[in-house]
């Protein structure tokens, strides 16, 4: 295992006996809970995305995303006024931007193709739709020759690249304190799954790819790895097999993508509960450890041991944590997710 992921050991017996409670697993609810039979992950949506998917599909290459404002509003990106005549229609803010949904993803593939290189290492990007860019983020310390090469040729592909400067680069979190423990590590628990009447634990990949057996934060046997992916995605799953656990996922009812611009929280072993926004789907992550596609961004902070942990909108179970900035949680802080639904399905799991 690449030692930048900073696995720190813990000592287990200074654990205390109240940590799992910050997330929704290890409750008080029975473990006899109502479960969903296992099959297509249902995912929640809500009015206002069932009219932004309406009008994208109807509106073709004259769309170029969608996102809830500040005041809650449903925001249409268009580029045309008579796109945007089709959008006042039928009760959304249009606005005019210079590119449609196909020159951004256009730009994105062809950042993806570089995936993985030398110069990609540190930096992630996907499509801003506030921006109307496909916003590259770069380490403010990375000067080397291999970076700029990088920043010259997405440069070069025009004004649909934004290239922003952030404080640091992303990685994996892990670190030590009292989630779910194992190898010393510690990590998160973001939800609990449900197959032919078994619990499993849904966390980071990169968590269990490092180990394979899991113990509660007092010693108490879990189970063991049964999905792992990690890089590509960032999913694992943890069979329970110690039948005196009770698991539930506290208020989580529903599983979806709440639109950009959305209202979320985070929870996590470390920072516990923080709020914040989802700025965006489809990140692209160059963690030193190898390429993650298909994050979902967000302001919330999350620090290492978080890892794993849970993004929530309301009721709605969304993603899971893989990474972030670490240190001080500042302004326009960058985290990143893997979709749940993604996770559960690999597993063949539904919300329990």
Known sequence: MNRGMHLKRVATPLLSAAALITLPAFGTVSATADTHSAGTVRQAQLPQEKLADRLTGRLGSQHAGSYIDGTGNLVVNVTSAAA??????????????????????DSKTRLDRLAGTKGAVGLTWGIDVVSNTVVVSVPKSDNDAATKAFVKRATSMGKTVQIKRVPAAPRPMVAPGDAIISGGARCSVSAIGVKGGTDYLVTAGHCTKAYATWTTRDGQSIGSRDVSSFPGNDYG???????????????????????????????????????????????TVNYQEGTVTGLIETTACTQPGDSGGSLQSGTTAVGIVSGGTTGACRANYQSYFQPLDEALQAGGLTLK
């Open 84 to 105: 945007a005549r089709q959008v006042t229609a039928a009760g959304a803010k249009a606005r005019i931007v210079d590119h449609g949904i196909r020159p951004l993803t």
């Open 237 to 283: 799953t943890i069979q329970v097999t110690n039948t005196s656990l009770q698991n539930n996922n506290a208020q989580l009812t529903t599983v979806g993508r709440p639109a950009v611009g959305s209202q979320i929280q985070k929870k996590g072993s470390t920072t516990g509960t923080t709020s914040g926004t989802i700025r965006g789907y489809d990140r």
